[in-house]
């Protein structure tokens, strides 16, 4: 039950797109559907950006979203804001239990 | 508007027991459709699951962890708490508690800082 494994840090423009991966295993993300997305920044709570793979909850805006393929699910920002500058954490259910990712720092540059 | 709140000890010494509360206003905690569950980050580190318990009281751990955790819940108070014993240096971080459904953490308490130190 190893966290899921995400790139330290990802980096962007203002305006440009990124995308952040989040790799697990046929037991977790390969598995379910169960895939959310956190923004975390810091001193504050995490903040849901995603579940169930592609879903965004009310009030996020609509430059965040999700994908899957295998075991390999993305989140993708588009038209980088400043605001998006954050800690950004996957999760995947994992049968009994879920896991996070190591967490991926964004910059906007 | 859902609204959580961590509460307890700041300071915890090594071995002994760590115990939080997690009140929630706004919402039932005996909701059908929701898990609650705890959740902590480690100074530097990233976010770790430690588990969730239904209203019913049937609970879920982490494994690594699941030695040392207990989480209850009191439908009469509207809360659910949360024990770790035997606690050493690497258990000080911010926990949080958060409402889940289908695995993903909907709302969340602002966090409480726990250290472990003698």
């Known amino acids: 039950q190893s966290a899921l494994t995400q790139p330290p840090s990802a980096s962007g423009s203002p305006g440009q797109s990124v995308t952040i991966s989040c790799t697990g295993t046929?037991?977790?993300?390969?598995?379910?559907?169960?895939v959310s997305w956190y923004q975390h920044h810091p001193g504050k709570a995490p903040k849901l950006m995603i579940y169930?793979?592609?879903e965004r909850p009310s009030g996020v805006p609509d430059r965040f979203s999700g994908s899957k393929s295998g075991n390999t699910a993305s989140l993708i920002v588009s038209g980088l804001q400043a605001e998006d500058e954050a800690d950004y954490y996957c999760?995947?259910?994992?049968?009994?239990?879920?896991?996070f990712g190591g967490g991926t720092k964004l910059t906007v540059l | 508007q859902l609204h959580l709140q961590e509460s307890g000890p700041g300071l915890v010494k090594p071995s002994e027991t760590l115990s939080l509360t997690c009140t929630v206003s706004?919402?039932?905690?005996?909701?059908?459709?929701?898990?609650w569950a705890w959740v902590r980050q480690p100074p530097g580190k990233g976010l770790e699951w430690i588990g969730s318990?239904?209203?019913?009281?049937?609970?879920y751990y982490k494994p690594s962890l699941k030695s040392r955790v207990t989480i209850s819940v009191d439908t009469s108070k509207n809360q659910f708490s949360l024990k770790l014993n035997s606690v050493t240096a690497a258990d000080t971080a911010v926990y949080y508690c958060?409402?889940?459904?289908?695995?993903?953490?909907?709302?969340w308490g602002q966090g409480t800082l726990v250290t472990v130190s003698s």
């Open positions: 958060a409402r889940e459904k289908e695995s993903a953490a909907t709302d």
């Open positions: 706004g919402g039932s905690i005996s909701s059908s459709s929701h898990h």
């Open positions: 318990i239904y209203y019913s009281g049937n609970t």
């Open positions: 046929s037991s977790d993300v390969g598995a379910y559907k169960y």
């Open positions: 169930e793979v592609t």
């Open positions: 999760s995947s259910h994992a049968g009994s239990h879920v896991l």
